[in-house]
């Protein structure tokens, strides 16, 4: 499993992304409920969020990203990837 720490940059319709909302915590809910999601959350200035997630390999983690409720509503205009190397920290694994 490789670590991966995603930002969201909202786009500029807080109204629409505010009624998405509801379902996409829910769908990341349902994700750290398996383990896939480590930690999310929004950033204070509400201009982005960051999203830490554990998954197989970079592939499968666009399949998650496509099926949060965000991607089809278009409410996110910049999804960034990164593989993270946690070297330490509590989420360190053998």
């Known amino acids: 499993m490789a670590r ?44 982005g969020a960051l999203i830490v997630y554990d998954a197989p390999d970079e592939a499968t983690l666009k399949e998650i990203i496509s099926a949060d409720p965000y991607t089809p509503a278009n409410v996110i205009i910049k999804w960034e990837i990164r593989v993270w190397n946690v070297v330490l920290g509590s989420w360190l694994t053998d």
């Open 4 to 47: 991966f720490a995603v930002e969201l940059v909202f786009g500029p319709d807080r109204e629409k992304r505010l009624a998405v909302r509801p379902a996409h915590r829910e769908y990341i809910a349902s994700l750290a409920e398996r383990g896939t999601v480590l930690a999310a959350g929004p950033y204070a200035d509400d201009t």
